[in-house]
């Protein structure tokens, strides 16, 4: 019996396919570190990941796939509501609390091996943009359900992960590199809804834009060295102007700091 392998498409990785109710990925030296947080997920009850199931005989890790709805760019309504933004909050606010308790293997390789921000808090998924999150029908309409693409997880903060999310979901960017139905928003106060929902605390708040700040610093060099060293999809992503896109972001930021800060102001 022939089994049809159905290509998925992300941002990234090639080769990552749907093989009935499983994903196949192949292997990369931080697999078996993903894996065992996968595991780790699992054991503690968080359920809104895949599940890691094995290898197959071709040496692909094996996954659950999570039934439901990925948005696409341009982002369609649903993905840019409030509603969906405090829910993400809450799912990665539900990720920390249970990733907090893994112990890293001895030795563990990550996809990016650079040192953790500050003192490493926690295995973070450090790529929560909404290609990575699977959405279900509620009664308040298609909300995130859960997080899958663990490849860029390794030790770091809370702060630096909810950083990496809002840069996609405030969004912190710039206007003209927003998806058009992010333009409108008021991403200051955006950040203020996700803070609150993810019950960020005070000493984290103080440095959210001064940890955006050096988030984009490193985005940048990253990106820049991945496009060189490894090609494909990197270098696709930075032939077609991430770079820029980054830099501008910067530069928004440093715009649109009072506006943030006074945001993030308790009793705002
Ligand atoms: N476990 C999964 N369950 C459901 N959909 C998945 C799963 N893994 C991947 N996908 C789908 O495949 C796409 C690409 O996979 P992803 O892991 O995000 O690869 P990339 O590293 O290229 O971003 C995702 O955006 C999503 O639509
Ligand atoms: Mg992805």
Redesign the pocket.
């Known amino acids: 019996m022939s089994v049809r392998e159905i290509p998925?498409?992300?941002?990234?990785?090639?080769g990552?396919v749907?093989v009935g109710a499983t994903?196949r990925?192949p292997m990369r030296p931080s697999s078996p570190a993903v894996h065992a947080l996968l595991r780790h997920l699992e054991a503690v009850g968080f359920d809104r990941a895949?599940r890691f199931l094995g290898t197959d005989e071709r040496g692909r890790t094996i996954?659950?796939?999570?039934?439901?709805v990925?948005p696409a760019h341009p982002l369609p309504a649903y993905a840019v509501s409030d509603e969906a933004l405090t829910a993400v909050a809450r799912l990665l606010r539900r990720f920390h609390d249970a990733a907090a308790s893994f112990t890293p293997p001895p030795g563990a390789t990550w996809e990016d091996g650079s040192a953790p921000e500050g003192p490493a808090e926690l295995v973070g998924h450090c790529d929560v943009t909404p290609?990575?999150v699977?959405f279900r029908e509620t009664t308040q309409g298609l909300l995130p359900y859960?997080l899958?693409?663990f490849?860029l997880a390794r030790p770091t903060t809370r702060l630096f992960d909810v950083v990496t999310t809002v840069r996609h979901w405030a969004p912190l960017a710039d206007p003209v590199d927003r998806d058009p139905m992010q333009r409108s928003l008021d991403a200051a106060a955006r950040v203020r809804l996700f803070c609150d929902a993810y019950g960020l605390s005070a000493r984290d708040r103080l440095m959210l834009v001064e940890t955006a700040r050096i988030r984009f610093g490193r985005s940048y060099t990253l990106m820049r060295d991945r496009a060189r060293t490894l090609g494909g999809?990197w270098a696709r992503m930075w032939a077609g102007g991430a770079g820029g896109r980054i830099r501008r972001a910067a530069a928004w930021l440093d715009a649109n700091e009072d506006a943030i800060q006074r945001s993030l102001l308790p009793g705002s």
């Open positions: 998925l498409i992300g941002d990234v990785s090639e990552v749907r994903v990925r895949p996954l659950t796939y999570v039934e439901g990925v290609a990575n699977v859960a899958i693409d490849d999809g």
